[in-house]
């Protein structure tokens, strides 16, 4: 009799116990080894169950974001660790692992604000300025870019990509003047560099300043007379009134027309340059 009585007593316990609703600290407890076991469904699965009776917890909705970004679903990883960042601002790992998911789906100016609170609570935010600005370059954001290739210019004066970078930026920003003397700068500091005379006659091409990017043109080209560099000058001088100079184009568009099949079409240039050559005879 006391032995079927402990036997009744067991099974009830046992019932009850298989029967309860799981809490949502075990339910994580079990979604953490699912994900350490590499089954990030299985856990995703214990998660949803968690989050039911926890919405708002913050370990929860992290674990969530972390199964979606190893299984490489960074679009579902953003849009919850962008809730827990709402919910939980100024959180080091929410905002590290925010981060990578910006990076990942290109949500740029969500990523330069993980950046910065990464500097706010205890990181160096020099250790930011290079990504910040190459973020912002991506998101056309010209004035941030200005701002923090500026920075990293002061920290790293000899890097020339910096100063491209910034010249990039100042174009950006509507203010192309600013570019100008940055490539001016950068010209005295590294030499009459080829990438820097092309970008300093794009530049003038952008300012309207004909003459100065012909004469930037024909410095680069006596450098460095690649066919693409040859196609910038023939431009140049096919925009010039000067009947001198639109002859002169014709005449490279010309040479230029076989080398440049592969990139650059210029029958339709030619074709117009007859035209307004024709027109002036």
């Given at each position: 009799?006391?032995?079927i009585?402990?036997?009744?007593?067991?099974?009830?316990?046992?019932?009850?116990?298989?029967?309860?609703?799981?809490?949502?600290?075990?339910?994580?407890?079990?979604?953490?080894?699912?994900?350490?076991?590499?089954?990030?469904?299985?856990?995703?699965?214990?998660?949803?169950?968690?989050?039911?009776?926890?919405?708002?917890?913050?370990?929860i909705?992290?674990?969530?974001s972390?199964?979606?970004?190893?299984?490489?679903?960074?679009?579902?990883?953003?849009?919850?660790?962008?809730?827990?960042?709402?919910?939980?601002?100024?959180?080091?790992?929410?905002?590290?692992?925010?981060?990578?998911?910006?990076?990942?789906?290109?949500?740029?100016?969500a990523?330069?604000?993980?950046?910065?609170?990464?500097?706010?609570?205890?990181?160096?935010?020099?250790?930011?300025?290079?990504?910040?600005?190459?973020?912002?370059?991506?998101?056309?954001?010209?004035?941030?870019?200005?701002?923090?290739?500026?920075?990293?210019?002061?920290?790293?004066?000899?890097?020339?990509?910096?100063?491209?970078?910034?010249?990039?930026?100042?174009?950006?920003?509507?203010?192309?003047?600013?570019?100008?003397?940055?490539?001016?700068?950068?010209?005295?500091?590294?030499?009459?560099?080829?990438?820097?005379?092309?970008?300093?006659?794009?530049?003038?091409?952008?300012?309207?300043?004909?003459?100065?990017?012909?004469?930037?043109?024909?410095?680069?080209?006596?450098?460095?007379?690649?066919?693409?560099?040859?196609?910038?000058?023939?431009?140049?001088?096919?925009?010039?009134?000067?009947?001198?100079?639109?002859?002169?184009?014709?005449?490279?568009?010309?040479?230029?027309?076989?080398?440049?099949?592969?990139?650059?079409?210029?029958d339709?240039?030619?074709?117009?340059?007859?035209?307004?050559?024709?027109?002036?005879?």
């Open positions: 009799m006391k032995n009585l402990l036997t009744v007593i067991f099974s009830s316990i046992l019932f009850c116990s298989c029967g309860r609703e799981k809490s949502a600290e075990e339910l994580l407890t079990l979604a953490n080894q699912s994900y350490n076991t590499g089954d990030y469904q299985e856990a995703r699965k214990y998660l949803a169950e968690a989050i039911k009776l926890k919405p708002s917890d913050k370990e909705i992290f674990q969530i972390k199964t979606y970004a190893a299984e490489n679903m960074f679009d579902s990883a953003f849009a919850h660790l962008s809730r827990a960042d709402k919910l939980y601002p100024n959180d080091r790992q929410i905002n590290q692992l925010l981060h990578e998911a910006c990076v990942k789906t290109e949500h740029w100016q990523a330069i604000n993980a950046l910065l609170v990464l500097g706010q609570i205890g990181d160096s935010i020099e250790h930011y300025y290079r990504q910040i600005g190459e973020y912002a370059l991506k998101d056309s954001a010209g004035h941030i870019a200005y701002f923090y290739y500026g920075k990293l210019i002061e920290l790293e004066p000899d890097s020339l990509s910096h100063y491209l970078n910034l010249s990039e930026a100042g174009i950006l920003s509507g203010e192309p003047q600013n570019s100008l003397e940055v490539l001016k700068a950068a010209l005295k500091r590294f030499g009459d560099q080829s990438v820097l005379l092309f970008e300093l006659g794009r530049l003038y091409g952008v300012l309207g300043n004909l003459t100065e990017a012909e004469k930037t043109y024909r410095l680069l080209v006596s450098k460095d007379n690649s066919a693409v560099n040859q196609l910038q000058l023939a431009t140049v001088l096919a925009l010039q009134d000067k009947r001198a100079k639109k002859e002169e184009a014709y005449t490279m568009f010309q040479k230029l027309r076989l080398e440049t099949a592969n990139f650059a079409r210029v339709s240039i030619l074709q117009v340059l007859e035209k307004e050559l024709s027109v002036r005879q």
